[in-house]
């Protein structure tokens, strides 16, 4: 594995895909910096860290043996794997808000942005950039955003935590291979955020719908109970209010 640190770098995703163009990379190589100043979130957002306080990095899967219809099970290994870690830091009611922001409690403290390369209806590579909020404090004008640091009181080792994640993903990796989607399909379930409990949703055109979030499919569409049938959503067909 290797762990290549820049100063400063517009995304983590970005320097990590120029890089497959120019030079050989190991699998799980790391591209992390101190310093994310145009960093990507999910539904074309922007992803704010401060200077040196948090985790912005990206990992490399080659080849990752999962057909593009199945891509969702990246978000979920990956989702699995940061749980796992903040577990092990007594970091309290962890779940996973879909398809894969990492709350604990109702805040959001880590997001993950998957950017795979598919050639011949095959994912080549996989850049899985990850942010989690790890000593920074304050967030302005973001109330619904926290950090370790805020939850457990202590400033944490960047390093150690860094380590800790790339293990679990290696982990839940392997979990995948030898034991199949099944039991990560289950496990991601057990995390949902509001699973089976009734919710309000936004929808593109701004009316709000409520309904029941009942799971996830295998393309990682989310289910939701209506009044009158069980619906299947996609990323821009709705968002979660809570
Ligand atoms: C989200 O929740 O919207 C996803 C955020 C993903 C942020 C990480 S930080 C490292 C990597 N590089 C990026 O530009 N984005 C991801």
Redesign the pocket.
């Known amino acids: 594995m290797q762990l290549i640190k820049i100063n400063a770098t517009d995304?983590?995703?970005?320097y990590l895909k120029q890089l497959l163009g120019e030079t050989l990379v190991t699998d799980f190589s790391v591209v992390i910096t101190k310093n994310?100043t145009q960093?990507?979130?999910?539904r074309g957002?922007k992803?704010i860290s401060e200077k040196g306080k948090n985790l912005?990095?990206?990992i490399l899967k080659i080849k990752p043996l999962i057909a593009v219809d199945r891509q969702f099970l990246l978000s979920s290994l990956v989702s699995l794997s940061i749980i796992k870690t903040l577990e092990s830091y007594n970091i309290p009611n962890l779940s996973i808000k879909w398809p894969n922001?990492i709350l604990s409690d109702h805040h959001k403290i880590s997001?993950?942005?998957i950017e795979n390369i598919i050639k011949s209806n095959k994912i080549d590579f996989s850049v899985i950039?990850?942010?989690l909020n790890v000593n920074q404090k304050l967030f302005k004008g973001l109330p619904k955003v926290s950090s370790l640091k805020s939850i457990l009181g202590m400033t944490l080792d960047k390093d150690e935590l860094l380590h800790k994640l790339i293990e679990n993903l290696q982990i839940y990796f392997k979990l995948y291979t030898e034991k199949g989607e099944g039991i990560i399909n289950a496990e991601y379930e057990t995390y949902l955020f509001r699973k089976d409990k009734p919710s309000t949703f936004e929808l593109p055109d701004k009316t709000l719908i409520t309904g029941i979030i009942r799971g996830v499919t295998d393309a990682g569409k989310l289910c939701v109970q209506m009044e009158d049938a069980t619906k299947e959503f996609d990323l821009k067909e709705l968002k979660l209010l809570y």
């Not at 995304?11 to 970005?14: A, D, G, R």
């Open positions: 995304s983590t995703n970005t994310q960093g990507k979130g999910q957002e992803w912005t990095f990206s922001d997001g993950i942005l950039g990850i942010g």
